[in-house]
Nanobody, 121 residues
Framework: QVQLAESGGGLVQAGGSLRLSCAAS????????MGWYRQAPGKQRELVGT???????NYADSVKGRFTIARDNAKNMVFLEMSSLKLEDTAVYYC???????????????WGQGTQVTVSS
């Protein structure tokens, strides 16, 4: 069993900052890329950013320069630092990990339950 647990969501004013955390737990052999996605009401889930095992990030254009992804491989965690938040950043944010449970199984995607981020004016 593998679980991804997000934390750190909440209500913040436009222009403010928020930090999300995600911890992967359970039977894990290796974690490959990790990342964050978000889904606003009435919209499809979209990529926020990803980070490789060696810490190379990739961001959606809409968050470049405002959001920063980091990870702690020793703790199987990924973080999302969000600053200069805008109303349009309001969404449920989902943690994602591509991981391998044993040396003999293929890697697959796992998702957290999501955490709500609401940006108010």
């Amino acid at each position: 069993q593998v679980q991804l647990a997000e934390s750190g969501g909440g209500l913040v004013q436009a222009g403010g900052s928020l930090r999300l955390s995600c911890a992967a737990s359970g039977s894990i052999f290796r974690i490959n890329a990790m990342g964050w996605y978000r889904q606003a009401p009435g919209k499809q889930r979209e990529l926020v950013g990803t980070i490789t095992t060696v810490g190379i990030p990739n961001y959606a254009d809409s968050v470049k320069g405002r959001f920063t992804i980091a990870r702690d491989n020793a703790k199987n965690m990924v973080f999302l630092e969000m600053s200069s938040l805008k109303l349009e950043d309001t969404a449920v944010y989902y943690c994602n990990a591509n991981l391998q449970r044993t040396p003999y199984t293929v890697s697959r995607e796992y998702w957290g339950q999501g955490t709500q981020v609401t940006v108010s004016s």
